[in-house]
């Protein structure tokens, strides 16, 4: 009898603190978001070293209908995924594509964006031709451990692809001539064509998604234990487009739909 109920007292012991575990665990008071702060106009560092950009305020807005506090961390692009592994923060959102390779790692909220992609080139670029046959022998470049870098790798075999810690540094190589081109998400080159590569540069051609490289879409990137934080983050990005306050914050960031 005694070993009875040491038997039920031990499995009451587990239960409860199985349900105090999934309690802890959805009782999230505090985010902490990482982002590249390099990628306008998604996220970046302004001059006063303030992150700024769509999805800072984005992200804040979610953090608003969460009635959680949130604080930013400003990571390098390479190490983004391995960080929050590690523990630095809880969530990405730096403009990253919700691909099938990153689930390997990590899982993904709903998606909060879909840009398309764009290759630009020098305003001197004669031809709209961008298949890997008319650009065989030419430099294109991306910003390394991108969706971007991995269809340069896929498709254009023949082109030399050069590939940069930040966007920023692939558009100054295209301003000074030492690129052909670039492949990135148009609304990171729409700003860039407005202004630093206004003289220069111009659209060459959109880009033809391919799923198994590009995924579905831009997406916060949280850990595969997270659950609680994911479908928090979800339910917060369903409100945010019903309510219109999505579309707004697109509004005010991005030059076209």
């Known amino acids: 009898m005694k070993s009875f109920v040491r038997f039920i007292a031990a499995a009451a012991l587990t239960v409860a603190g199985a349900t ?23 996220n970046n560092l302004n001059a006063k070293k303030e992150l700024e950009g769509f999805e800072i305020d984005y992200a804040n807005l979610l953090c608003e209908k969460l009635k959680v506090k949130c604080t930013w961390v400003v990571q390098d692009w390479d190490g983004i ?59 294109i470049g991306a910003q390394g451990s991108t969706i971007h870098a991995n269809y340069l790798e896929k498709y254009y075999k023949d082109s030399e692809a050069r590939l940069y810690p930040t966007q920023e540094e692939a558009n100054l190589d295209l301003l000074n001539g030492r690129l052909d ?39 916060g990137a949280v850990r595969k234990s997270d659950v609680a934080l994911k479908e928090m983050l979800n339910k917060a990005i369903a409100e945010s487009k019903a309510d219109g306050t999505h579309k707004k914050i697109e509004e005010k960031w991005f030059k076209f739909d």
């Open 181 to 219: 081109y670039i492949v990135a998400d148009a609304l990171a080159l729409a700003d860039f064509l407005k202004g630093q590569g206004k003289d220069c540069c111009r659209k060459i051609a959109d880009v033809t998604r391919d799923n198994a490289i590009h995924g579905p879409g831009v997406a």
């Open 81 to 139: 995924i391995p960080a929050l592994q590690a523990n630095k923060y809880d969530v990405i959102f730096a403009g990253m594509n919700a691909t099938d390779e990153r689930k390997k790692q990590v899982d993904f909220t709903d998606v909060y964006s879909l840009t398309p992609i764009w290759m630009i080139g020098p305003k001197s670029t004669k031809s709209d031709d961008i298949s890997p046959a008319a650009l065989k022998g030419k430099v």
């Open 20 to 42: 105090g575990a999934l309690a802890q665990a959805k009782e999230w008071k505090e985010i902490r978001i990482g982002t590249e702060g390099a990628y306008p106009p998604y």
